[in-house]
């Protein structure tokens, strides 16, 4: 298996659809195998939850912008709901 390239951030993913020894549904057979799994998958989950974080932010940044120009309107018209 390659190394991880942090300029790739795809690379990790790749590696768990290479097979591992000659059939790719075949589980590790040793423990530090098990253990190299575990240590990527959790690596793949830490990036996945940052990425969520990152997402959630960029809603709750929207959510103020678009209630900040509603308010703004409604300063400019106090007609309009």
Do not use: H
């Amino acid at each position: 298996m390659s190394e991880y390239n942090p300029n790739d951030p795809f690379a990790l993913f790749s590696q768990f659809f290479k097979p591992t020894s000659g059939n790719p549904f075949s589980p590790p057979m040793s423990i530090e195998e098990i253990d190299k799994k575990i240590a990527e998958c959790r690596t793949v989950e830490q990036w996945l939850s940052m990425q969520v974080g990152m997402l959630q932010m960029t809603v709750k940044a929207l959510e103020i912008q678009k209630a900040g120009i509603t308010a703004f309107k409604q300063g400019l018209d106090p007609k309009e709901p």
